[in-house]
């Protein structure tokens, strides 16, 4: 099993940062890949982005530019840094990660609220 929790969520105004921290627990050496996805009230959730154990990261492309994802092997931890957020930012952030041993399996974070709005 893979535990995920998130952090760092809350209110900002257009313009402005915040970074995401998902720390994960449990079986991490079975983790392949890990990011994040977002999901607005009414929408489909879509990928923003995601980090592979070999350090390539992938954005979505309206994305690139703004959004960084990275890595802390030694604290678990994948973080999200949003800057120039603008108020169609807003949604609920999960984190995930997908396990490939001993099963392909993708575990999810709670979520954490990301809102944009002066």
């Known amino acids: 099993q893979v535990q995920l929790v998130e952090s760092g969520g809350g209110l900002v105004q257009p313009g402005g940062s915040l970074r995401l921290s998902c720390a994960a627990s449990g079986s991490i050496f079975s983790i392949a890949v890990q990011g994040w996805y977002r999901q607005a009230p009414g929408n489909q959730r879509e990928l923003v982005a995601n980090?592979?154990?070999?350090?390539?990261?992938n954005y979505a492309d309206s994305l690139k530019g703004r959004f960084t994802i990275s890595r802390d092997n030694a604290k678990n931890t994948v973080y999200l840094q949003m800057n120039s957020l603008k108020p169609e930012d807003t949604a609920v952030y999960y984190c995930?990660?997908?396990?490939?041993?001993?099963?392909?399996?993708?575990?999810w974070g709670g979520g954490t609220q990301v809102t944009v709005s002066s």
């Open positions: 980090i592979i154990s070999d350090g390539i990261t």
């Open positions: 995930y990660a997908d396990r490939t041993y001993p099963s392909p399996r993708r575990f």
